[in-house]
């Protein structure tokens, strides 16, 4: 076992669930007597190359559990997508410090980040254990049945649209919300789960990992109204066309890029605007209204699914294990075994850095816009204990007298 520090960082977006695994870390950590101190870097990568380090070893095991269960950050997190010589500082900042353990939480960057920081250490002959642990509400990370944050955020979205199902119900007419996700349609897929009767909508989910042609979907729209007098629509952020570009880039005439050049898809309501004109403008049907869940399905309040906090801590848990009793870096995998149970597994940094999971054919119906069985299996166990049920009156008619 290696003697020294241990820095753990959260980078990428906040997730419901992901200072349980903040929580997972430093308090596994503290059981070993090789480990000097538990620092945590503020911000993530930024925080190491500035060294802005919090002596988290001084936190109370009491406040450390009321901070687990408070959803978003705790450390604050960062956009920063480490390059080469990015990583080089970071393992500068590592040396200099002592840091015998680096425990990264994060997605796709942040498993990159570590296998570069990795190799760094590896090159140098510097003795540094280096985990990543999955984070992401897209779960579109490879090697994991499903991501920690993601369980949460989709209870979160099948229950916003089955309320919003029975909002349209009682007033009748096109309703159409945006929902996370670039490349993987996992979290837009959630909005079937919150159907109960053989009505309900989403009528309509429109994913990524298919493409959108904006004439068969105002089609698809148009058969759906007619045969429920009215329309719910999930649609993904990420949606594009044959040629690969996103579908806001087509119909907008002015397009905002993030700091990565990537089209701004997040915080911005103008798809679910763009379409909903297409709709009223090639329809003329007038009662149409759009939303976009934005950033609140990814830190919401109140809306956690048991099983996601208890493996976020779990993940938290293993890398502290993997870290102490093995011998190699690697990523934290979540694996399904059973109906319903998980193992946790180390794999390798190369297998999971910079690539992407998509959902899988088995999940998306024929058609395109729907999801199959096989997909409310797969995501049912993992919205946890207690999902809202709907009902509906009986609705025993009563005879009319005056009209005949």
């Known amino acids: 076992m290696l003697q020294g520090k241990v820095l753990v960082a959260q980078g990428g977006g906040p997730t419901a ?29 930024s925080g190491i190359v500035n060294e802005d380090f919090l002596n988290l070893t001084q936190e109370t095991s009491f406040n450390l559990e009321m901070v687990a269960n408070t959803p978003s950050s705790a450390l604050g997190s960062t956009r920063d997508k480490p390059d080469a010589d990015y990583c080089r500082e970071i393992f500068k900042v590592l040396k200099a ?45 490879v090697g994991n049945d499903h991501t920690p944050g993601f369980p949460s955020a989709a209870r979160f979205v099948a229950q916003a649209f089955a309320g919003a199902n029975l909002d349209n119900a009682a007033l009748k007419g096109i309703y159409l919300a945006v929902v996370m996700g670039r490349h993987a349609g996992f979290l837009t897929a959630a909005s079937a789960l919150g159907r109960k009767f053989p009505d309900d909508g989403p009528h309509l989910i429109y994913l990524p990992e298919r493409i959108f042609d904006t004439e068969r979907f105002l089609t698809d729209v148009k058969l759906n109204y007619e045969k429920h007098g009215r329309c719910v629509i999930a649609v993904s952020e990420g949606i594009h066309d044959a040629s690969g570009t996103s579908i806001i880039t087509s119909l907008s005439a ?11 898809l997040s915080g911005t309501g103008a798809l679910a605007d763009l379409l909903c004109s297409e709709i009223k403008a090639k329809l003329g ?92 299996d797969y995501l049912r166990p993992l919205l946890g204990s207690n999902f809202p049920e709907v009902h509906r009156l009986s609705a025993n008619k009563v005879a009319k007298i005056l009209a005949q």
């Open 17 to 45: 669930v992901i200072n349980q695994s903040l929580v997972g870390v430093v308090l596994e950590a503290r059981k070993f007597p090789q480990v000097e101190f538990v620092y945590g870097a503020a911000h993530g990568v």
């Open 97 to 141: 410090h002592g840091i015998a353990y680096f425990f990264y939480i994060g997605g796709n960057d942040s498993s990159d980040t570590v296998r570069i920081v990795s190799e760094e250490a590896r090159n140098a002959g510097y003795p540094l254990r280096c985990i990543h642990i999955p984070k992401t509400i897209d779960n579109d990370l």
């Open 254 to 264: 002015e397009v905002e890029r993030d700091a990565h050049g990537n089209v701004q």
């Open 285 to 376: 049907i007038k009662r149409v209204r759009g939303d976009t869940l934005g950033y609140l399905q990814r830190s919401f309040l109140g809306c956690v699914s048991d099983v996601d906090q208890r493996e976020a801590r779990q993940v938290g848990e293993n890398a502290v294990q993997f870290a102490m009793t093995g011998s190699v870096d690697g990523s934290v995998a979540i694996k399904r075994t059973g109906d319903y149970s998980v193992k946790y597994e180390l794999v390798s940094l190369e297998s999971v850095a910079g690539k992407t999971r998509v959902m899988e054919d088995e999940l998306i119906s024929a058609s395109g816009t729907d999801v199959t069985p096989a997909f409310h």
